[in-house]
Protein backbone atom coordinates (compact mmCIF):
# COMPACT_ATOMS: atom_id res chain seq x y z
CA UNK A 1 0.00 0.00 0.00
CA UNK A 2 3.30 2.28 0.97
CA UNK A 3 4.76 1.34 -2.26
CA UNK A 4 1.58 2.34 -4.16
CA UNK A 5 0.94 5.62 -2.06
CA UNK A 6 4.32 6.20 -3.34
CA UNK A 7 3.91 5.57 -6.53
CA UNK A 8 0.51 7.64 -7.65
CA UNK A 9 1.22 10.48 -4.94
CA UNK A 10 3.48 12.25 -7.74
CA UNK A 11 0.85 12.18 -10.11
CA UNK A 12 -2.09 13.32 -7.60
CA UNK A 13 0.83 16.70 -6.73
CA UNK A 14 0.95 17.49 -10.63
CA UNK A 15 -2.73 17.01 -11.03
CA UNK A 16 -3.45 19.32 -8.20
CA UNK A 17 -0.73 21.62 -8.91
CA UNK A 18 -2.23 21.90 -12.43
CA UNK A 19 -5.81 22.50 -11.41
CA UNK A 20 -4.78 25.29 -8.74
CA UNK A 21 -2.58 26.55 -11.98
CA UNK A 22 -6.31 26.61 -13.94
CA UNK A 23 -8.28 27.77 -11.18
CA UNK A 24 -5.82 30.83 -10.54
CA UNK A 25 -4.94 31.19 -13.98
CA UNK A 26 -8.84 32.21 -14.92
CA UNK A 27 -9.65 33.97 -11.72
CA UNK A 28 -7.12 36.47 -12.02
CA UNK A 29 -7.33 36.22 -16.12
CA UNK A 30 -9.72 39.67 -15.38
CA UNK A 31 -7.38 41.34 -13.21
CA UNK A 32 -4.74 40.95 -16.53
CA UNK A 33 -6.98 42.00 -18.48
CA UNK A 34 -7.53 45.55 -16.06
CA UNK A 35 -4.00 45.66 -16.37
CA UNK A 36 -3.68 45.26 -20.07
CA UNK A 37 -6.50 48.07 -20.87
CA UNK A 38 -4.78 50.42 -18.12
CA UNK A 39 -1.13 50.09 -19.35
CA UNK A 40 -2.40 51.28 -23.11
CA UNK A 41 -3.75 54.17 -21.81
CA UNK A 42 -1.54 57.19 -22.65
CA UNK A 43 -0.33 60.38 -20.83
CA UNK A 44 -1.67 62.08 -23.30
CA UNK A 45 -5.06 61.22 -23.66
CA UNK A 46 -6.81 60.20 -20.62
CA UNK A 47 -10.52 59.24 -22.55
CA UNK A 48 -10.30 55.39 -22.77
CA UNK A 49 -11.87 53.65 -20.15
CA UNK A 50 -11.61 50.17 -18.97
CA UNK A 51 -14.36 47.83 -19.54
CA UNK A 52 -16.76 47.01 -16.84
CA UNK A 53 -18.54 43.43 -16.84
CA UNK A 54 -21.75 42.30 -16.06
CA UNK A 55 -20.99 40.06 -13.55
CA UNK A 56 -21.52 42.76 -10.49
CA UNK A 57 -18.27 40.56 -8.41
CA UNK A 58 -15.08 42.19 -7.33
CA UNK A 59 -12.94 42.68 -10.68
CA UNK A 60 -16.31 44.63 -11.81
CA UNK A 61 -15.87 47.13 -8.89
CA UNK A 62 -12.42 47.24 -9.57
CA UNK A 63 -12.88 48.32 -12.84
CA UNK A 64 -15.30 50.60 -12.12
CA UNK A 65 -13.17 52.11 -9.50
CA UNK A 66 -10.43 52.03 -11.87
CA UNK A 67 -12.28 54.15 -14.26
CA UNK A 68 -13.73 56.68 -11.18
CA UNK A 69 -9.89 57.29 -11.26
CA UNK A 70 -9.20 57.62 -14.71
CA UNK A 71 -12.53 60.28 -14.60
CA UNK A 72 -10.19 62.60 -12.16
CA UNK A 73 -7.35 62.35 -13.82
CA UNK A 74 -8.35 63.60 -16.79
CA UNK A 75 -10.26 66.15 -14.79
CA UNK A 76 -7.55 67.61 -13.15
CA UNK A 77 -4.93 66.86 -16.43
CA UNK A 78 -7.39 69.17 -18.53
CA UNK A 79 -7.41 71.51 -15.87
CA UNK A 80 -3.62 71.81 -15.58
CA UNK A 81 -3.49 72.05 -19.01
CA UNK A 82 -6.25 74.92 -19.30
CA UNK A 83 -4.27 76.55 -16.26
CA UNK A 84 -0.78 76.59 -17.60
CA UNK A 85 -2.34 77.58 -20.87
CA UNK A 86 -4.13 80.70 -19.41
CA UNK A 87 -0.85 81.47 -17.12
CA UNK A 88 1.32 81.69 -20.26
CA UNK A 89 -1.23 84.26 -22.22
CA UNK A 90 -1.53 86.20 -19.53
CA UNK A 91 1.96 86.43 -18.19
CA UNK A 92 2.70 86.95 -22.19
CA UNK A 93 0.51 90.44 -22.09
CA UNK A 94 2.38 92.44 -19.93
CA UNK A 95 5.78 91.12 -21.11
CA UNK A 96 5.16 91.92 -24.86
CA UNK A 97 4.94 95.56 -23.79
CA UNK A 98 7.91 95.96 -21.14
CA UNK A 99 9.86 94.15 -24.65
CA UNK A 100 7.62 96.85 -27.08
CA UNK A 101 9.46 99.56 -24.91
CA UNK A 102 12.75 98.43 -24.44
CA UNK A 103 13.08 97.37 -28.49
CA UNK A 104 11.61 100.88 -29.04
CA UNK A 105 14.01 102.78 -26.72
CA UNK A 106 17.19 101.20 -28.13
CA UNK A 107 16.15 101.50 -31.64
CA UNK A 108 15.17 105.17 -31.19
CA UNK A 109 18.33 105.60 -29.28
CA UNK A 110 15.88 107.49 -26.64
CA UNK A 111 15.85 107.25 -23.29
CA UNK A 112 12.25 105.62 -21.79
CA UNK A 113 11.03 108.80 -20.32
CA UNK A 114 9.23 109.67 -16.97
CA UNK A 115 5.41 109.48 -18.00
CA UNK A 116 5.99 106.23 -20.21
CA UNK A 117 7.56 105.04 -17.13
CA UNK A 118 4.69 105.42 -14.79
CA UNK A 119 1.98 105.14 -17.01
CA UNK A 120 2.39 101.64 -18.92
CA UNK A 121 6.22 100.36 -17.51
CA UNK A 122 4.62 101.01 -13.64
CA UNK A 123 1.67 99.39 -14.07
CA UNK A 124 2.38 96.37 -16.68
CA UNK A 125 5.37 95.50 -14.07
CA UNK A 126 3.29 95.48 -11.15
CA UNK A 127 0.41 93.80 -12.91
CA UNK A 128 3.50 91.12 -13.70
CA UNK A 129 4.39 91.00 -10.03
CA UNK A 130 0.81 90.62 -8.80
CA UNK A 131 0.18 87.48 -12.18
CA UNK A 132 3.47 85.91 -10.39
CA UNK A 133 2.55 86.23 -6.60
CA UNK A 134 -0.93 84.64 -6.91
CA UNK A 135 0.43 81.65 -9.51
CA UNK A 136 2.76 81.23 -6.97
CA UNK A 137 -0.06 80.91 -4.17
CA UNK A 138 -2.07 78.83 -6.77
CA UNK A 139 0.61 76.71 -7.29
CA UNK A 140 1.28 76.09 -3.80
CA UNK A 141 -1.76 75.12 -2.61
CA UNK A 142 -2.49 72.71 -5.45
CA UNK A 143 0.91 70.92 -4.57
CA UNK A 144 0.32 70.35 -0.62
CA UNK A 145 -2.53 73.19 -0.05
CA UNK A 146 -2.65 75.60 1.70
CA UNK A 147 -0.54 76.25 4.33
CA UNK A 148 -1.78 78.76 7.43
CA UNK A 149 0.10 80.15 10.47
CA UNK A 150 -2.74 80.41 12.93
CA UNK A 151 -3.55 82.26 15.71
CA UNK A 152 -6.52 84.37 17.72
CA UNK A 153 -7.32 87.09 14.81
CA UNK A 154 -9.69 89.75 15.09
CA UNK A 155 -11.02 89.05 12.30
CA UNK A 156 -13.28 93.07 12.63
CA UNK A 157 -9.82 95.02 12.67
CA UNK A 158 -8.71 93.10 9.57
CA UNK A 159 -12.08 93.98 8.04
CA UNK A 160 -11.60 97.51 9.22
CA UNK A 161 -7.88 98.00 7.68
CA UNK A 162 -8.20 96.32 4.28
CA UNK A 163 -11.84 98.81 4.03
CA UNK A 164 -9.95 102.36 5.23
CA UNK A 165 -6.91 100.80 2.80
CA UNK A 166 -9.24 100.33 0.02
CA UNK A 167 -11.26 103.63 0.40
CA UNK A 168 -7.71 105.51 0.72
CA UNK A 169 -6.36 103.66 -2.26
CA UNK A 170 -9.88 103.60 -4.93
CA UNK A 171 -11.08 107.22 -3.65
CA UNK A 172 -14.81 105.43 -2.31
CA UNK A 173 -16.55 105.34 0.34
CA UNK A 174 -17.74 102.11 1.55
CA UNK A 175 -20.86 101.28 3.83
CA UNK A 176 -19.58 98.91 6.28
CA UNK A 177 -20.85 97.36 9.73
CA UNK A 178 -18.24 95.48 11.43
CA UNK A 179 -18.89 93.66 14.50
CA UNK A 180 -16.13 92.54 16.93
CA UNK A 181 -15.49 89.12 16.04
CA UNK A 182 -12.63 87.14 17.12
CA UNK A 183 -11.56 83.72 15.16
CA UNK A 184 -8.89 81.07 14.88
CA UNK A 185 -6.93 81.91 11.42
CA UNK A 186 -3.94 83.19 9.60
CA UNK A 187 -4.14 86.97 9.75
CA UNK A 188 -2.10 87.39 6.81
CA UNK A 189 -4.47 85.04 4.53
CA UNK A 190 -7.41 86.43 5.84
CA UNK A 191 -6.07 89.98 5.08
CA UNK A 192 -5.35 88.78 1.27
CA UNK A 193 -8.89 87.69 1.63
CA UNK A 194 -10.80 90.50 2.02
CA UNK A 195 -8.63 92.44 -0.11
CA UNK A 196 -9.08 90.54 -2.99
CA UNK A 197 -12.81 90.29 -2.42
CA UNK A 198 -12.72 94.36 -1.79
CA UNK A 199 -10.48 94.71 -5.04
CA UNK A 200 -12.93 92.92 -7.11
CA UNK A 201 -16.28 94.75 -6.16
CA UNK A 202 -14.78 97.95 -6.15
CA UNK A 203 -13.86 97.27 -10.02
CA UNK A 204 -17.29 96.52 -11.37
CA UNK A 205 -19.13 98.74 -8.82
CA UNK A 206 -20.60 101.23 -9.95
CA UNK A 207 -20.59 104.12 -7.02
CA UNK A 208 -21.44 101.82 -3.96
CA UNK A 209 -19.76 98.38 -2.06
CA UNK A 210 -20.95 97.84 1.33
CA UNK A 211 -19.57 95.40 4.05
CA UNK A 212 -21.32 93.55 6.09
CA UNK A 213 -19.76 91.27 9.19
CA UNK A 214 -22.25 88.97 11.24
CA UNK A 215 -21.76 86.62 14.03
CA UNK A 216 -23.83 83.15 14.63
CA UNK A 217 -22.98 82.34 18.11
CA UNK A 218 -25.20 79.19 17.73
CA UNK A 219 -23.19 77.80 15.19
CA UNK A 220 -20.11 79.30 15.89
CA UNK A 221 -19.68 80.90 12.57
CA UNK A 222 -19.14 84.75 11.09
CA UNK A 223 -20.49 85.68 7.97
CA UNK A 224 -18.84 88.54 5.67
CA UNK A 225 -20.63 89.97 3.07
CA UNK A 226 -19.24 92.29 0.45
CA UNK A 227 -22.03 93.81 -2.00
CA UNK A 228 -21.82 96.47 -5.00
CA UNK A 229 -24.08 98.04 -7.58
CA UNK A 230 -22.33 96.85 -10.68
CA UNK A 231 -23.35 94.83 -13.30
CA UNK A 232 -24.19 91.69 -11.84
CA UNK A 233 -23.52 87.87 -12.50
CA UNK A 234 -26.23 85.48 -14.17
CA UNK A 235 -26.73 82.93 -12.78
CA UNK A 236 -25.32 80.26 -14.70
CA UNK A 237 -22.47 81.82 -13.93
CA UNK A 238 -22.32 82.32 -10.47
CA UNK A 239 -20.39 78.67 -9.94
CA UNK A 240 -17.66 79.42 -12.13
CA UNK A 241 -16.32 83.11 -10.72
CA UNK A 242 -14.27 81.57 -8.59
CA UNK A 243 -12.70 80.11 -11.15
CA UNK A 244 -9.22 80.50 -11.79
CA UNK A 245 -8.62 83.42 -15.22
CA UNK A 246 -12.59 83.59 -15.35
CA UNK A 247 -13.61 87.16 -16.61
CA UNK A 248 -16.69 88.03 -16.92
CA UNK A 249 -16.89 90.87 -19.23
CA UNK A 250 -14.93 90.04 -22.24
CA UNK A 251 -14.88 93.19 -23.31
CA UNK A 252 -12.97 94.47 -20.14
CA UNK A 253 -9.58 94.97 -20.98
CA UNK A 254 -6.77 93.57 -19.05
CA UNK A 255 -5.71 96.29 -16.54
CA UNK A 256 -8.99 97.27 -15.79
CA UNK A 257 -10.21 93.48 -15.35
CA UNK A 258 -7.82 92.72 -12.98
CA UNK A 259 -5.56 89.15 -13.07
CA UNK A 260 -8.66 86.86 -13.12
CA UNK A 261 -7.44 84.73 -9.76
CA UNK A 262 -8.15 87.13 -7.33
CA UNK A 263 -11.66 84.99 -6.50
CA UNK A 264 -9.90 81.91 -6.75
CA UNK A 265 -7.57 83.00 -4.21
CA UNK A 266 -10.09 83.78 -1.99
CA UNK A 267 -11.92 80.43 -2.76
CA UNK A 268 -8.43 78.64 -1.51
CA UNK A 269 -8.37 80.53 1.35
CA UNK A 270 -11.82 80.09 2.81
CA UNK A 271 -11.38 76.34 2.02
CA UNK A 272 -8.18 76.02 3.90
CA UNK A 273 -10.19 78.13 6.95
CA UNK A 274 -12.84 75.11 6.11
CA UNK A 275 -15.70 78.02 5.12
CA UNK A 276 -18.01 78.65 2.09
CA UNK A 277 -17.96 81.24 -0.24
CA UNK A 278 -20.77 81.93 -2.42
CA UNK A 279 -22.00 84.57 -5.61
CA UNK A 280 -25.04 86.18 -5.08
CA UNK A 281 -27.18 88.76 -6.33
CA UNK A 282 -26.93 91.92 -4.30
CA UNK A 283 -29.55 94.46 -3.11
CA UNK A 284 -28.11 97.22 -4.86
CA UNK A 285 -28.77 95.31 -8.00
CA UNK A 286 -25.15 93.92 -8.16
CA UNK A 287 -22.98 91.03 -6.65
CA UNK A 288 -22.61 89.91 -3.27
CA UNK A 289 -19.69 87.82 -2.31
CA UNK A 290 -20.75 85.55 0.77
CA UNK A 291 -18.06 84.39 3.35
CA UNK A 292 -18.71 82.04 6.00
CA UNK A 293 -16.19 80.83 8.52
CA UNK A 294 -15.93 78.62 11.56
CA UNK A 295 -14.53 80.69 14.76
CA UNK A 296 -12.79 77.60 15.42
CA UNK A 297 -10.73 76.52 12.46
CA UNK A 298 -10.70 71.84 12.99
CA UNK A 299 -7.32 70.17 12.51
Same mark, same amino acid.
Given at each position: ?????????????????????????????????????????????????????? @?? /? =??????? %????? !? #?? &?? *????????????????????????????????????????????????????????????????? @?? /? =??????? %????? !? #?? &?? *?????????????????????????????????????????????????????????????????????????????????????????????????????????????????????????????????????????VAD
Amino acid at each position: MFVLLCAFFPFVLALVVWLVHVLVGRTLKPVEEIRSEVSQISTTDLSARITVSE @SG /D =EIAALAD %TMNSM !L #DR &LE *DSYSRQLQFVGDASHELRSPLVTLVGIVDLAIKTGQPIDVATADQILKPEVTRLRDLITDLLLLA @SA /D =ERGLRLT %TVDVD !L #DD &LV *DEEVRRSELSHDISIEATIVPTRMVGDPQRLSSMIRNILDNAIRYSSERVSVRMSVDDARRTVRVEVSDDGPGIADDAKDHVFDRFVRLDPERDRRGGGTGLGLAIVSVIVRAHHGNVRALDSEFGGTTIRIELPLDVAD
